[in-house]
């Protein structure tokens, strides 16, 4: 079993900056890929950010030259830098790992980005 746990969200004004934290415990030697979701209020969840074990990253066009993931295995932990926020930025971001048997999902934290 693997939990995940983020923090970091909150509100921010537009244009303004966030940093998501996604930290992991449990197996964590079984954890590959991990990642960033976000659901806004009557959408369906999307995929925002992923990156692997070895460190490849790879990024939605929605927020391509804003959000940057990163991961520190050290700490067990997984990053979202956000950047130049938007108000439909606005949204439950949820940190994801994936294992070879499972996907796991964290409770999620808010972001509201105001203009």
């Known amino acids: 079993q693997v939990q995940l746990v983020e923090s970091g969200g909150g509100l921010v004004q537009a244009g303004g900056s966030l940093r998501l934290s996604c930290a992991a415990s449990?197996?964590?030697?079984?954890?590959?890929?991990m990642g960033w979701y976000r659901q806004a209020p009557g959408k369906q969840r999307e995929w925002v950010a992923s990156i692997t074990s070895g460190g490849m990253t790879t990024t939605a066009d929605s927020v391509k030259g804003r959000f940057t993931i990163s991961r520190n295995d050290a700490e067990n932990t997984v990053y979202l830098q956000m950047n130049s926020l938007k108000p439909e930025d606005t949204a439950v971001y949820y940190c994801s790992a994936v294992s070879v048997v499972h996907l796991y999902w964290g409770q999620g934290t808010q972001v509201t980005v105001s203009s």
């Open positions: 449990g197996s964590i030697s079984s954890i590959g890929a």
